[in-house]
């Protein structure tokens, strides 16, 4: 059995990726990986061993993680968890590994896709700060220092966002809202999914008058500038509330994310300089933040049903 050796770095650059490429003689593929202003980290793994292969990993920076297998099949192992446990496509795992760990997942020789999130202790407190009911499967685990692992099925909403990480189109500062927006909501369905287990239903959460207008003025700022928008931790200050709270409280104000409320303006803003005859489509693109003129003209059909060609 082939050992693949890979230690993340101990600092990656916020709001950009690092790839990783395993050695020829052991397969093919990558691992990719993005952090975040949150302190979230998203990593993509596509792998295609040549042979059975050990994918073995030293975590020092983080404790708690997300895991979402798409294809393959492997089995994991942790130096501080007593049992490992395997993990199949369309199963989707979240674990606690206090301290320094090292992770060993046994790949098979078929393709290999997952993706994980992966936070350590300072952002699960920060992020359950206003709302530490939705993070108790984590928080519990955390107070008595017991490591776990546990695994269940991708439901579909998971599997929408996954295949929208996997085919995002942005680059630069559009990206980095995407990916971790994307991040977010897979957190969301993922804490929603391990709480139904123990709950007949799940109490619907209230936003308070004062919530509504701090929304509204997050909301404001996002479309200020939407060449540059801002992150959901700025847009998150700005509303004075945890990630979680204003991501969940964005969708329920607004009606729906900030990506989407982001890109409704953006296409309405480009129908509007379309319409002026002041600007050709490639510009208008530009002008309000996509630099792939191709997908900005999907995007502008599906959302009026005619190519932005025809509105110039």
């Known amino acids: 059995m082939k050992k693949i050796n890979h230690v993340p770095p101990p600092s990656v650059e916020v709001n950009r990726q690092i790839v990783y490429h395993p050695p020829e003689r052991v397969g093919s593929g990558a691992v990719h990986i993005d952090a975040f202003s949150s302190g979230l980290r998203l990593m993509h793994l596509n792998l295609q061993p040549k042979e059975n292969a050990s994918f073995a990993t030293e975590t020092t920076d983080y404790e708690f993680g997300i895991t979402f297998k798409l294809k393959g099949h492997s089995s994991v192992s942790a130096s501080t968890l007593r ?3 395997s993990i199949e496509a369309g199963e989707s795992g979240h674990f606690f590994y206090p301290g320094a760990t090292v992770m060993t997942e046994n790949l098979s020789v078929a393709q290999q896709v ?3 999130i992966f936070f350590d202790a300072n952002v699960l407190l920060d ?9 108790l499967p984590f928080l519990q685990g955390f107070k008595n220092q017991i490591p776990f692992a546990d695994r269940d ?5 998971m599997h929408l966002a996954l295949n929208q990480i996997l085919a995002c189109p942005y680059t630069g500062k559009t990206r980095a809202l995407f990916m971790e927006s994307k991040t977010l909501e897979l957190m969301a369905y993922k804490l929603e ?3 139904s287990r123990t709950r007949p239903a799940l109490r619907q959460y209230g936003v308070s008058p004062y919530d509504i207008e701090r929304i509204r003025h997050a909301a404001g700022c996002l479309l200020q500038d939407p060449a540059n928008p801002p992150d959901i931790t700025t847009l998150a200050a ?3 509330m945890s990630r979680s709270k ?4 964005f969708k329920q104000v607004i009606g729906h994310s900030p990506l989407d409320h982001l890109r409704s303006h953006r296409l309405h803003l480009a129908k509007h300089l379309l319409t002026s005859g002041k600007h050709n489509v490639t510009e208008t693109a530009f002008a309000v933040g996509y630099n792939n003129v191709s997908y900005f003209i999907t995007l502008f059909t599906a959302q009026f049903g005619v190519t932005p060609h025809k509105v110039s």
């Open 153 to 157: 099925r991708i439901l579909p909403r």
């Open 193 to 195: 999914q391990i709480r």
């Open 83 to 85: 049992d490992g446990f």
């Open 114 to 116: 997952k993706i994980c």
């Open 127 to 135: 992020f359950a700060r206003d709302d530490e009911e939705a993070f």
């Open 238 to 240: 700005a509303a004075g």
């Open 246 to 249: 204003f991501y969940r409280c």
